[in-house]
T-cell receptor, first 117, second 119 residues
Framework: AQKITQTQPGMFVQEKEAVTLDCTYD???????LFWYKQPSSGEMIFLIY??????QNATEGRYSLNFQKARKSANLVISASQLGDSAMYFC??????????????FGTGTKLQVIP | DSGVTQTPKHLITATGQRVTLRCSPR?????VYWYQQSLDQGLQFLIQ???????AKGNILERFSAQQFPDLHSELNLSSLELGDSALYFC??????????????????FGEGSRLTVL
């Protein structure tokens, strides 16, 4: 069974500073994918970044980067130069690799990030 | 716009009633997922369908049922509603990962959610 753990229920960051949101995972699969999603107060789920388990480079998307440490089973999200609009709930998620159509995607409990002006 | 359509966006009903939530996946996506998000909580996986067949089941109550139709839209039926069923219900769709190393990310594309309030 796959499990995602986010140990930071809430975090504060000063505007323009960088912040790291922690995510650890547990799986026996060799192939898997890791995601981060953002949920603003309006409620929609916004995809931010993806990391495949066989990707050698850490994923980056604009101000978002994923610090992937496979041996430690961690996939932390780094947001650089925080903006007020980054205030939201952030979820880490995992899917299995080869699925043949079966693909239960497991989400962590989320981290609520608040950016302070 | 994710391409996933959920209706209704808001629904208010009474305990004991039955409601149906509807989801149309992105064009070409065969997989549909349902998640429940209660107030200030994470996403609880309910059920997944792939091309009309149930493929994975989470902590879905027996009062809840779902199906995916031949045109790939899906419906989540919630019956004998209780106050605790009040939540945001998300539908998501994705492509299936066919082989290990498949370059598709398998990213979930979420609808805007259906907010159910049970009074």
């Amino acid at each position: 069974a796959q499990k995602i753990t986010q140990t930071q229920p809430g975090m504060f960051v000063q505007e323009k500073e960088a912040v790291t949101l922690d995510c650890t995972y547990d799986t026996s699969d060799q192939s898997y994918g890791l995601f981060w999603y953002k949920q603003p107060s309006s409620g929609e789920m916004i995809f931010l970044i993806y990391q495949g388990s066989y990707d050698e480079q850490n994923a980056t998307e604009g101000r978002y980067s994923l610090n992937f440490q496979k041996a430690r089973k961690s996939a932390n999200l780094v947001i650089s130069a925080s903006q007020l609009g980054d205030s939201a709930m952030y979820f880490c998620a995992m899917r299995p690799g080869y699925s043949g159509g079966y693909q239960k995607v497991t989400f962590g409990t989320g981290t609520k990030l608040q950016v302070i002006p | 716009d994710s391409g996933v359509t959920q209706t209704p966006k808001h629904l208010i009903t009474a305990t004991g009633q039955r409601v149906t939530l509807r989801c149309s996946p992105r064009s070409g996506d065969l997989s549909v997922y349902w998640y429940q998000q209660s107030l200030d909580q994470g996403l609880q996986f309910l059920i997944q369908y792939y091309n009309g067949e149930e493929r994975a089941k989470g902590n879905i109550l027996e009062r809840f049922s779902a199906q995916q139709f031949p045109d790939l839209h899906s419906e989540l039926n919630l019956s004998s509603l209780e106050l605790g069923d009040s939540a945001l219900y998300f539908c998501a769709s994705s492509v299936a990962i066919r082989l290990a190393g498949d370059k598709n990310t398998g990213e979930l594309f979420f609808g805007e959610g259906s907010r159910l309030t049970v009074l």
